[in-house]
């Protein structure tokens, strides 16, 4: 629904982002996929304003690559609508879609010089020869690799081809690229860095992406928006830092970034704070930020290492309304992410917390006896079964 | 270690030494020299090029000759085109266990002789045979329709009889072709047609040139199926060199006839090679 002029001037104010007025490039609405009995996508709708970096994150086998597969439009939608600035590209055929898709192995073409495989497109769509050489060489320059024209695709470096792949989309404008996991053949130094460069990238063409990947690392650095999938469906979309923080399930928290996670029963629910006795005798206090929990319900209370403050004396953790005393059973070392299972007197399993880099725990040792503590905001309660 | 390692070296390479020197040199060598020999008397030979000449200087020779390369070629761009579609449909549209039991089919005709598979053509395509009967019964022919005995009978023959070593390799490397590069030349804009002339046959280029090669080699040394198939207009070149050797036992204008043969084979294999840009490292390697 469009505003109209009048009512846009008030609704502006209330709405400040640039999504105000644009059509998205890429919609999608109610999209389903079943092959069979089995539904890969389950009724998946969202939209990608112009211009976004957007990330479908999601284990292996959760239907992101069929997702990816209907908008390139080698598979057709079992249901749903897939639109492309506003139109419908439902019967339009892979090669006249304005979309373009970077494979998961890159697909450049081994019989053709990297001139050949940029200007792939460009030949397909009839364009004069000067001009596809033009456009082929400020590709080349725009990804930073002038003078390669003529090299053969095995001469390249992996990071290299992978800016080739890129630059062979590009070339033709598309309204929105498809990025199909195409880190995922790099080592990870190399990886690392094609994350930024992908970032930057995706800045100098003003282009939409939609990345899809299981790895949450590319997809937090990456995007702007992020949709969590699981068995077909969307369990939230949001920034990463919404993902981060304040994850709408069980499934988004455990699955974005390292949690210490507790089955139990709800005890006692105090305004938003909810105290779970967990099956291993654990009592904690945590958060259920607004979702329905109620006393004596089953729930999963989840933790990020990062999240709980370690210190050598209770008085320190006054403030925070969880604390555990315990010993360190293990130093996992591994620079600044190193972390120390603590083991508390109560019995429960170990707790992974993550070490302060400031120096003062820098002679911890195997046995310390050590006092760790969040507080309640930090905890996110599920209700159980959501699994 | 070193005298074993040498020893092993040796007596690996034994087989082959002896399969390429018995086998291949020495009755190669032997034939050419024979076929360099003219007889003047009985028991009395001569050194001379009176059997090349010969060939050079008749005309049935000559045309037989040149029947035999042009119908081999032809057999071969058959094959190719009949065969290209069949490997792509076996390697890229199948998957698991039909394709294993397409690619079975196509091996099946091999168990039985070349001599029984080519009676089966006979009783397909005689007089009295199948088709011509189905024709008859339909109406379509008031007669019996002889079929045998001519060029085209010869050609179904051959492109019969050669399809399995065009498919082999046609499948091998389009089985090493990515479903990726495919769609990603739909992607770019790519239709049909320009998908299968720039990414498929391109990357299809090695298993064409040697499936041709190994093809054409056998329609042009091929003896059974020109003589069973063809009729008396419908000579080979194959059945020249027969006769030199056992029916008139004139085994000095054979053995010419028979260097002829590989001359002319290999020119024309590195001439294809040549034409399509492809070296016979590439294609066999």
Known sequence: MRPSPLAGAFVLPERPTRKTGMTPDLHCSALTKRFGDTTAVDNVSFSVPPGSFFSILGPSGCGKTTIMRMIAGFLEPSDGDIQIKGKSVLNVPPNKRPVNMVFQHLALFPMMNIEENIGYGLRRAGLPKGEITTKVGEALERIGLPGIGKRKVDELSGGQKQRVAIARCMVLEPDVLLLDEPLGALDLKLRERMKVELKSLQAAFDTTFVYITHDQSEALVMSDNIAVMNEGRFEQMGSARDLYYRPDTAFVAGFVGDSNRWQGRVTRIEGGHVEVQSETGLTLRGASHGRALQAGDMAQAFVRPEAIRIAHGADELASFDTTITGQVTSLLFNGAASRVLVQGEAGHEAIEVNLPQSGEFANLAKGDTVHIGWSSDQANVFAAGGL | ?285
């Not at chain 2, 761009?77 to 490997?87: C, E, N, Q, R, Y």
């Not at chain 2, 046609?170 to 990726?180: A, P």
């Open chain 2, 1 to 285: 270690m070193r005298r074993e390692a040498k020893l092993g070296l040796a007596l690996l390479l034994t087989p082959l030494a002896l399969w390429l020197s018995l086998l291949i040199f020495i009755p190669h060598i032997d034939l050419f020299l024979v076929s360099l020999r003219e007889r003047v008397g009985v028991g009395k030979y001569e050194l001379s090029f009176a059997n090349y000449l010969t060939f050079f200087n008749e005309p049935l020779y000559l045309w037989t000759f040149m029947r035999t390369a042009v119908m081999s070629i032809l057999a071969t761009m058959l094959t190719l085109l009949i065969a290209f579609p069949v490997s792509y449909y076996i390697a890229k549209m199948v998957k698991g266990r039909m394709q294993a039991a397409l690619f079975l089919l196509c091996l099946v005709p091999f168990w039985v002789s070349e001599l029984v598979r080519t009676f089966g053509w006979m009783i397909l395509l005689r007089e009295t045979g199948i088709i011509s009967n189905v024709l008859q019964y339909a109406g379509l022919a008031s007669g019996p329709v002889e079929m045998l005995y001519n060029d085209a009978a010869i050609m179904v023959g051959l492109v019969y009889t050669s399809m399995l070593f065009m498919v082999v390799p046609l499948v091998t490397t389009l089985e090493s072709l990515s479903d990726e590069v495919v769609e990603a030349g739909y992607d770019l804009g790519g239709n049909g047609v320009s998908v299968l002339r720039e990414i498929i046959i391109p990357h299809a280029m090695p298993g064409i040139v040697s499936g041709c090669i190994v093809v054409f080699m056998l329609c042009l040394g091929n003896y059974l199926t020109p003589t069973m198939l063809g009729g008396k207009e419908s000579l080979w070149f194959t059945e020249l060199i027969y006769s030199q050797f056992i029916v008139r036992f004139n085994w000095e204008l054979g053995a010419a006839f028979g260097f002829m043969l590989l001359i002319l084979s290999s020119l024309i294999v590195w001439g294809m090679l040549r034409l399509t840009g492809q070296s016979l490292e590439k294609t066999m390697g």
